[in-house]
């Protein structure tokens, strides 16, 4: 995690992270969300069935994908110096472009779009997050992630 200086967040504005370390979707981690969201379209859970589709595979939901944004951009993302809390305060953007076949290997990348002090000791970073597929031309996202943090 990079830790950014108060004095410093205009010059952080633009930065982009080296890529998270890799991160293996299994059918597990797939049942399980389509468990949690009930969402348990053959696509996601019934790999025979899923394999005559038109992925060949059994493929994450792309919530699921969008979700494990807050574990693969834990290493990632910025903080700033005497941050005590972080939250999620939404996106402005979500575009999913490619599934994510099961035993496929994720990462994200991240780029600092804006800061800016809502109140104060109150930051709203905007950063842009996209999902890279191991082998794959496309990621599997890109999305506009609004955080919020409190100094």
């Not at 038109?54 to 005497?82: K, R």
């Not at 953007?93 to 490619?98: A, E, G, L």
Request: net charge negative.
């Amino acid at each position: 995690m990079t830790v950014i200086k108060k004095e410093e967040i205009v010059q952080a504005i633009g930065n982009q992270s080296e890529p998270s370390p890799w991160f293996a979707v299994k059918q597990e981690q797939i049942d399980q969300f389509a468990d949690c969201t009930q969402d348990h379209q053959f696509i996601h859970i019934d790999q025979e069935k899923a394999k005559e589709g038109p992925f060949g595979a059994t493929i994450a939901h792309g919530f699921l994908t969008l979700s494990m944004l807050t574990h693969l951009c834990d290493v990632t993302s910025c903080s700033i110096e005497g941050c005590h809390m972080a939250i999620n305060y939404g996106f402005d953007k979500v575009r999913f472009i490619n599934p994510v076949k099961v035993d496929s290997n994720i990462r994200s990348h991240s780029k600092i779009l804006d800061i800016i002090e809502k109140k104060p000791g109150q930051f709203m970073i905007k950063t842009e997050v996209s999902v890279e597929i191991e082998g794959e031309d496309k990621p599997a996202l890109i999305a506009e992630w609004i955080t919020m943090q409190f100094v």
